[in-house]
T-cell receptor, first 112, second 117 residues
Framework: DAKTTQPTSMDCAEGRAANLPCNHS???????VYWYRQIHSQGPQYIIH???NNETNEMASLIITEDRKSSTLILPHATLRDTAVYYC?????????????FGKGTHLIIQP | GAVVSQHPSRVICKSGTSVKIECRSL??????MFWYRQFPKQSLMLMAT?????????EQGVEKDKFLINHASLTLSTLTVTSAHPEDSSFYIC?????????????FGPGTRLTVL
């Protein structure tokens, strides 16, 4: 699976949009971009995933650049409960029965 | 939907004892489950893949005789830490794989914090 690079930490004001970047310049054509988050002392939570088109669900939006070498996770109206470590993971969807490789992620802190 | 539970949520044991952690998929069947370990201020590390009805697959550096995994049904996998020592103190997290056609997602349990005295 391709490696990803994320900023170590980010701050965002409550109510504002939180934009979390991820670089995955070595992504292959059959690899998806997945986002998970982990609130302190809890198990990770699936957020969203995509291949090349932008995706949106009830939690977030995922914007993938045309060359697929980077992406941005957008939390449209951040709340204090969105404070967590956010992990960007690139992997093949067909290999879904493989364990996930977590990097260090981005520690997002929502400020009141 | 897609809820995964773990039991216990927290356990404290003496050095040398064995501890069993259960992982259950509550509303779906999972032929494959995964066990991860997370030390303080570090990321999750995959320990092993648990397959229903067959032997688990362990990651490099994980002792299979120390971390016994049993996946006896489509909704239950257990991890037994045998002869636990203080260095085994960690946050153990399981996940269950659900293939729903729209993406191969893993759903995680809430984790079990193990403290070995």
């Amino acid at each position: 699976d391709a490696k990803t690079t994320q900023p170590t930490s980010m701050d965002c004001a409550e109510g504002r949009a939180a934009n979390l970047p991820c670089n995955h310049s070595t992504i292959s054509g059959n690899e998806y971009v997945y986002w998970y988050r982990q609130i302190h002392s809890q198990g990770p939570q699936y957020i969203i995933h995509g291949l090349k088109n932008n995706e949106t669900n009830e939690m977030a939006s995922l914007i993938i650049t045309e060359d697929r070498k980077s992406s941005t996770l957008i939390l449209p109206h951040a709340t204090l409960r969105d404070t967590a470590v956010y992990y960007c993971i690139v992997r093949t969807s067909g290999g879904g029965a493989d364990g996930l490789t977590f990097g260090k992620g981005t520690h997002l802190i929502i400020q009141p | 939907g897609a809820v995964v539970s773990q039991h216990p949520s927290r356990v404290i044991c003496k050095s040398g004892t064995s501890v069993k952690i259960e992982c259950r998929s509550l509303d779906f069947q999972a032929t494959t489950m995964f066990w991860y370990r997370q030390f303080p201020k570090q990321s999750l590390m995959l320990m092993a893949t648990s397959n229903e009805g067959s032997k688990a697959t362990y990651e490099q550096g994980v002792e299979k005789d120390k971390f016994l995994i049993n996946h006896a049904s489509l909704t239950l996998s257990t991890l037994t830490v045998t002869s636990a020592h203080p260095e085994d103190s960690s946050f153990y997290i399981c996940s269950a794989y659900l293939s729903n056609g729209g993406g191969n997602e893993q759903f995680f349990g809430p984790g079990t914090r193990l403290t070995v005295l």
